[in-house]
């Protein structure tokens, strides 16, 4: 059967661990149907290491109960004690109000803390899904997310998913454009929440707990932003195609805040180290691409035109408190056009997204109603990006490239603003 | 023991170098309690304005129990906070919630003396002489000990001594007579001032002011400061810090000459800090003086401290504007200019706030902040001063520097709601300074406000951590109305520029040192010109100033932000390492600036526009891929080259990184480790099987093409039949020029031909000639050749083996050695006047050096002489066939003179050209001969002109077409010539042109005439004063070597119709092929060598001389 240790922080020995070479952390409670496919999925991948080592698999508290011994649907000469070794861990409390498919900070706390107690060489967190909707997850694409930090090569690896064009646009329009720019690390996914650690991860993570518990709320662990602070190596690795998650029930201005708030706190944290970053660089990135084969998904254009239009006619006033005139008049011509001809320019896009950064930090207006104003503005991005996807058959990569160069072309604006928050401003 | 130490709020331990201190009386900042006097409870209120303002330190003033008969400084217990103030546990709630904002707090440790009133004085003064409680305090029975003391408070003090008639005796006192001095000679005080620090720190403080710090001790026959007891103390008060808390900081209050305050820092284990006192008076006297001096003469006085101690700085404090620290001369200078009114005065200073100083003047304002926060130290701001708060010089003391805080145009400036006479002061009112004009609300409001650019300057400062960390330099402009100064820290450069005029001021700053950097202006962000060699000027407007952060250049950025890496699924991933990103990487990025690094890149200052890997294969034997690589100019001209990679990983990695870093190209990842692609000629076994192609004929395929080994006959015999791998170890050469070289063992050398062109080339093609034909015995036998084949191009050469030779060196070095010790035996001597002038006068090669020139330099005469015979025995070897048309001779045309010419008058318009573009940057003893030559440009011109060669009889064949000693190798007695390339620089059919056999000869000839003046050079910079002396020696050895080679040559070459059967056909033409050869030399030399252009100008101007006059 399993071997399984239960790991309670406070009464464990460093003395008593025996070296551990990878923690894997499952980090959100499996369903029952679902942990017993990933954890097979996890010893086939264990094999395929480019070196043998002692694993040991994390499961939220309560999970590794729940795991029969001997694992159904194994092969019965599965070595799995050999390979894996169990030990649980308190899933901290997701934030209340939060998203609930948002990576939290307090969850790699925990997991950074127990992999400093276990001595571990690298920490692989992997979401919940493994076994089930994930075929394209192969066991292969998982060793890929295993080998980097404990080989020391990497000491962080990211993920990288095929999307569908209209997929993901939170993070196409702003995290990673933005991330992008900020730090100099062309890392897509910089929220993603299937990634490897490495050692020299555990203590900056960890760190934040003995903080103030008040001013890490509503914090997101920015991963490849606490990497590039250190000078440290990072890396992507391609886990095939994903499908979004749910976003039934989550509202577009709070989802906004939820995703680009705490970013915008983090660049009032590290503005001495981004301001000095010029240009950005690829990350190596390991996996074969993947495309999706299924036809992408449409969206409704003129309603998001719409929804522009109305926040261009109710927010104006609550604009101009944030944006310069400059912006706020091409926002008003934009307002004018028809959904067909309706198109954003990349520029504007940035500028208003640098403002809104600046706002935020400068607390022009109420942080919860800054999301709120900046929900029509990103919709009208969203349906430019869409009439142009549509229209003109770009590629989806390619044009989100160009966007990133663009806030890249557009940085100095970001830092004269910064620097100097005149409101006497073009 | 770091686990026992308590640690302070502030993480990093040089915390104090970054901050931004707001010094701040809890009296005077906010009234939560309405009694009229501020407290802690206001204070608390105040955070977030403190937190916005971007402060990360506050500095409270004395806040304890005290009779308040010196402001607070007169302390009557130290354990306890006035009750004016608040509890301990209102200090406490501040305390934490200051920290919760990451704010720091200073406090101070007022222990040079307390008040009259506290127990100790009370208990002192009652108890018996000598008494361990008497002793708390100092005491004598005259007041005429320590008379070499001065009087601080000479407004109120008559001496340092004051009468009690309880204890019937003096006591000392450096301040008011109210504060009498506690004595550190008594071990009990100084455990009592450590238990009053240890409460301090133990709650969470995380700095003390140390107050009056330089008169703990005193003794008599000193002026009682600064003594090293005092100094002993503070060691005592550190010690105990470090041994028990982590990041706490002491601040030293020493108002004293820099040099005598450095003592304070001690090795780093004193004070961490201490303030800068002189420096504040002098930047109001620099200001109002419009003249930078009084700040650069102070900071030049200001010696360096310890890493981990750093300065405080300050505009204004508390007290009045001391000026102490200052000259006779410049203290009347400072009251007449900061201090019209009589009232202003007190003690040794001025006591008036920031804003009144500068008339109120907003630009001088912000001209001083931005000095005070771009100097080397953490600036200290006085609360109010952020508003530009007046004063009332109507108030007694220095109180009219501690009004309330101006919050709001309400009652009482928003300070308190009490009724206003309870205030414990009146707030200013007057129209200009008045609360109702001057206050936060309004500036919070008015975005142009003091208080916003305040903040804004403030988040910048913050930004850079060279502003409290970094070195400083100051630059030194003619005009003195303008202070500039770089700091620099790492990676950060900043230049600083302050005009302290009214008027706007030009300036330029030497910046050569930074040349290519883009200052970037950092207000703002917006970009400045590039700097360069020339210096760099800059206008200001008045009390303007500019920080300007120095960027990279953008082609160093360009770099830094290209992609550099590749990624691989594992280490034998050739195929992916050539394809899309990685292609795309290799192609725009890694090649274009991993080419131009090296030496063989012969078109380094042509800007590339694009690289292309035309063809690339990986050979059969191991994992060494050979690469062609196309390479595009801005110029639109087009280059290919010839590259063999190879990867390796983990220690053979990380051995390459140590052992030969220019070898890498580029990272290599794989998920399971990190590699590097590399320049194969670095690895032996890619060496070694390149060999083998040759040796086994081996083919293999490329993408496009293919690739193929072809031994030469002689190869067998040039390869070793005893165990011939180890004997044919393979070592790469150093001498890298614009090919790679690799040795087998002692038997073989590959020549790798960097830059490879469609053709045959004329290394191999003369090489194989030579060997295999011929049978010239003077050049290493030809091994064999790699080729490319493709359908589109001829065959190219890609390396060539040859047949190593033993030898004592190449012909240059060896000619340089001789000619060493040919000046250093005659540098004291002085050649005859006729030898000069007998070598000048002889026509080439009708005579033989003289008696004297062969007894001075026998050896180096005698093997120009065999090298003279050696190439006549080549030039008749490379005309020996009739039958090979790349070989037999051809008559010297009238069409192949009449190009010749054109060519020299064109290779002369470059040169002159070039010459008058650079002649000022050329140095003295070389400028004035070439000006000379410049300003008979047009004679010259037209003289070269004249001077044409209409017809010759003679021959043209293949020669070797760079000739010069450094293509020959000493031989024991004899030379073996090499390197039948040709300029490499030159396209091949350019090469391979048949020439005069003189074109050699020039080459050659030229080779002296550097040899002996490189050698010279070289002598006399070691030894300046036999430079004049041995300038005729050069000249001897030169004509005398020069007449021996083309005496043997002619010798040699005699009875063949290569050269003109005239003697004066021969010497025109040698000459023009002479002046051809040093006007390319003067272009390449002003190109590259400036120092150089000496040499060929004497060359140019000697042979003009010669022919043309």
């Not at chain 2, 700091?487 to 900043?494: K, N």
């Amino acid at each position: 059967m399993a071997e399984m240790e239960t790991l309670q922080e406070s009464k464990t020995e460093s003395s008593e661990i025996v070296p551990t070479d990878l923690l894997i952390a499952i980090s959100a409670p499996p369903s029952g149907d679902t942990i017993v496919p990933t954890v097979a999925k996890l010893e086939q991948a264990c094999k395929l290491l480019s070196t043998p080592c002692r694993v040991v698999l994390a499961l939220p508290a309560e999970t590794a109960q729940e795991i029969p011994a001997p694992l159904p649907g194994m092969e019965p000469n599965l070595p799995v004690a050999r390979a894996l070794h169990f030990v649980n861990y308190p899933l901290p409390a997701p934030n209340p109000g939060a998203i609930p498919w948002l990576p939290n900070a307090s969850t790699y706390r925990a997991l950074c803390q127990l992999a400093r107690k276990l001595n571990a060489r690298a920490c692989t967190v992997l979401g919940t899904d493994l076994g089930c909707n994930r075929d394209s997850l192969t066991a292969e694409k998982l060793t890929l997310l295993m080998d980097p930090a404990i080989e020391g090569t990497f000491d962080l690896a990211m993920p990288l998913y095929a999307t569908q064009p209209l997929d993901d646009l939170l993070n196409k329009s702003i995290l990673y454009p933005l991330t992008r720019t900020l730090y100099g690390h062309r890392v897509e996914n910089p929220l993603g929440n299937e990634l490897q650690i490495s050692s020299k991860m555990f203590a900056p993570l960890s760190a934040g707990a003995s903080q103030d518990s008040t001013r890490q709320q509503g914090r997101l662990p920015w991963l490849a932003t606490v990497a590039a602070n250190r000078n440290l190596k990072i890396c992507q690795v391609r886990l095939g195609t994903r499908r979004p998650a749910s976003s039934d029930g989550i509202d577009l201005s709070d989802a906004l805040g939820q995703l680009a708030g705490p970013l915008f706190l983090d660049m009032e944290d590290n503005a001495a180290f981004w301001q000095r970053i010029r240009g950005s660089h690829e990350v190596p990135t390991f996996g074969a691409a993947e495309t999706f084969t299924e036809p992408s998904d449409t969206v409704d254009v003129r309603r998001m035109v719409d929804a522009f239009q109305l926040g261009e006619s109710n927010l104006r006033d609550i604009w101009s408190l944030i944006l310069p005139p400059v912006t706020l008049l091409e926002l008003k011509k934009l307002s004018r056009l028809s959904a067909d001809e309706f198109h954003m320019e990349d520029a504007l896009w940035a500028r208003i997204v640098y403002d809104f950064a600046l706002a935020h930090r400068l607390r022009n207006i109420h942080r919860a109603h800054l999301f709120g104003a900046l929900t029509p503005l990103y919709l009208g991005w969203v349906a430019s990006y869409a009439v142009e996807i549509n229209k003109s058959g770009i590629a989806a990569q390619q044009r989100v490239e160009q966007l990133a160069r663009t806030y890249e072309s557009e940085k100095p604006y970001l830092l004269s603003r910064w620097r100097w928050p005149d409101r006497f401003h073009p | 023991m770091n686990a026992l130490k308590q640690a302070g709020s502030a993480l990093d331990p040089l915390w104090y170098k970054d901050a931004i201190i707001y010094e701040l009386h809890v009296k005077a900042f906010a009234d939560a309690n309405n009694d009229g006097i501020g407290d802690f409870q206001g204070l608390l209120g105040k955070l977030d304005y403190l937190q916005e303002l971007g402060i990360t330190c506050i500095w409270l003033l004395p806040f304890f129990s005290s009779p308040l008969r010196d402001d607070g400084y007169d302390i009557a217990d130290y354990l306890t906070v006035h009750p004016s103030y608040g509890t301990l546990e209102d200090f406490q709630t501040f305390l934490h919630a200051a920290h919760d904002r990451d704010l720091q707090v200073m406090i101070e440790l007022v222990v040079n003396h307390t008040s009259d009133q506290h127990a100790w004085f009370q208990r002192a003064r009652l108890a018996p002489p000598g008494s361990p409680e008497r002793d708390y305090y100092v005491w004598s029975d005259t007041d005429e000990k320590y008379k070499d003391a001065r009087i601080i408070f000479t407004d109120t003090e008559k001496s340092n001594w004051t009468w009690d008639p309880i204890a019937k005796a003096y006591y000392w006192h450096r301040f008011f007579s109210h504060q009498p001095d506690l004595n550190y000679d008594n071990p009990l005080v100084l455990e009592e001032v450590l238990h009053v620090m240890r409460f301090w720190l133990d709650m969470g403080v995380d700095a003390l002011r140390i107050d009056a710090i330089p008169y703990l001790v005193e003794r008599d026959g000193t002026n009682c400061e600064n003594l090293p007891e005092t100094h002993a103390v503070m060691k005592k008060i550190r010690a105990e810090i470090d041994a028990h808390y982590e990041n706490r900081v002491i601040l030293a209050e020493a108002n004293q000459w820099p040099a005598d305050v450095r003592p304070y820092f001690a090795d780093g284990d004193e004070c961490h800090m201490a303030f800068h006192f002189p420096l504040m008076p002098r930047m109001y006297m620099a200001l109002r003086q419009e003249d930078r001096l009084p700040i650069t003469e102070i900071m030049a006085q200001t010696p360096a401290i310890p890493d981990n101690c750093q300065w405080g700085l300050f505009l204004r404090n508390h007290d009045e504007l001391t000026l102490e620290m200052v000259s006779d001369d410049e203290r009347d200078y400072m009251y007449l200019a900061y201090s019209a009114d009589p009232r202003m005065r007190i003690n040794i200073g001025i006591r008036r706030r920031l804003a009144p100083l500068l008339d109120n003047n907003r630009r001088r304002i912000e001209l001083l902040n931005s000095i005070l926060f771009s100097f080397p130290g953490t600036p200290i701001l006085y609360y109010g001063d952020e508003i530009g708060m007046g004063d009332n010089i109507y108030l007694g003391d220095r109180n009219g520097v501690r009004t309330p805080m101006q919050w709001t145009a309400d009652r009482n400036a928003g300070f308190s709601r009490s009724v206003p006479a309870k205030l414990y002061s009146p707030v200013v009112m007057d129209p200009i300074w008045g609360y109702e004009a001057i206050n936060v609300e309004a500036q919070q409001g008015d975005s142009s406000s003091l208080l916003n650019w305040m903040r804004n300057l403030i988040a910048l400062r913050k930004l850079f951590r060279v502003f409290g960390r970094g070195a400083l330099k100051f630059l030194n402009p003619s005009n003195r109305k303008v202070l500039a100064y770089i700091r620099e820290a790492d990676d950060e450069i900043v230049l600083c520029v302050a005009n302290l005029s009214r008027f706007a001021q030009p300036a330029q700053f030497d910046l050569s040192e930074y040349d290519g950097m883009v200052p970037v202006e950092m207000l703002g962000y917006v970009e400045f010109p590039a700097i360069g060699r020339q210096p760099y000027p800059v206008t200001l407007g008045p009390y303007g100033f500019l920080w300007l952060e120095l960027h990279p250049s953008p082609d160093t950025a360009a770099v830094q932000s290209e992609d550099s890496a590749l990624s691989i699924a594992d280490a034998f991933d050739w195929k992916n390492l050539f394809q899309d990103s990685n292609l795309r990487k290799l192609q725009e990025s890694i090649l274009p600036t991993y080419l131009p690094l090296q030496r063989w890149f012969g078109n380094k200052s042509n800007p590339i526009r694009s690289t292309t890997l035309s063809d690339w294969g990986r050979m059969n034997s191991n994992g060494t891929i050979l690469c062609l690589v196309r390479v595009e100019y801005e110029t639109g001209n087009s280059d290919r080259y010839f590259l063999p990679v190879a990867m390796a990983f983990g220690d053979a990695a990380r051995k390459l990184h140590d052992t030969a870093p220019a070898s890498v190209l580029s990272t290599v990842f794989s998920p399971a480790g990190e590699g590097v692609l590399y320049d194969a000629t670095y690895d032996p076994r890619s060496c070694e099987a390149l060999l083998n192609t040759i040796a086994n004929s081996t083919q293999f395929s490329m993408q496009q093409g293919s690739v193929h080994g072809a031994p030469s006959r002689a190869l067998p015999g040039l390869i070793p039949q005893k165990s011939p791998k180890k004997s044919l170890s393979p070592v790469r050469g150093s001498a890298e020029q614009s090919n790679t070289s690799i040795l087998f063992g002692d038997r073989l050398i590959m020549k790798l031909f960097r830059h490879p062109e469609p053709g045959l080339n004329p290394d191999c093609e003369i090489g194989k000639f030579l060997t295999e034909e011929a049978r010239f015995p003077n050049i290493p036998p030809f091994g064999g050749l790699i080729e490319y084949l493709n359908q589109n191009d001829e065959p190219t050469t890609l390396c060539m083996l040859q047949g190593l030779v033993a030898n004592q060196g190449d012909g240059w070095k060896w000619m340089l050695e001789e000619l060493e010790r040919y000046y250093e035996n005659y540098a004291k001597e002085t050649v005859p006047a006729e030898e000069l002038e007998r070598e000048a006068a002889a026509a080439p090669g009708t005579t033989r050096a003289s008696a004297f020139a062969c007894e001075h330099a026998g050896v180096a005469l005698d093997a120009a002489a065999v090298l003279g015979r050696r190439t006549a025995e080549m030039h008749l070897a490379l005309a020996s066939s009739k039958t090979n048309p790349a070989f037999s001779p051809e008559p010297l045309s009238a069409a192949y003179l009449e190009n010749l010419q054109a060519s020299i008058n064109a290779q002369a318009a470059t040169a002159y050209d070039l010459l008058r573009k650079t002649l000022s940057g050329l140095a003295d003893d070389t400028v004035e001969m070439a000006a000379l030559l410049l300003s008979h440009r047009t004679r010259i011109l037209d003289g070269l002109g004249a001077s044409n060669i209409s017809s010759a009889d003679g021959q043209r064949t293949r020669i070797h077409g760079d000739y010069h000693l450094g293509q020959v190798l000493r031989v024991k007695t004899d030379f073996v010539i090499l390197d039948f390339e040709g300029e490499p620089a030159r396209p091949l059919d350019v090469r391979r042109t048949k020439h005069s056999p003189l074109k050699d000869v020039a080459g050659m000839l030229r080779s002296f005439n550097y040899a002996a003046w490189a050698a010279l050079m070289k002598y006399s910079s070691r030894r300046p004063d036999d430079q004049s002396r041995l300038e005729p020696w050069a000249q001897l050895w030169d004509q005398s070597a020069s007449a021996e080679f083309l005496h043997a040559y002619k010798i040699a070459i005699d009875g063949s119709t290569l050269l003109p059967s005239s003697l004066s056909a021969q010497w025109s033409l040698l000459n023009l092929y002479l002046l051809e050869k040093a006007f390319y030399e003067l272009v390449y030399e002003l190109n590259s060598r400036p120092d150089w252009v000496k040499i060929p100008l004497m060359g140019v101007a000697a042979l003009l001389q010669q022919g043309f006059q």
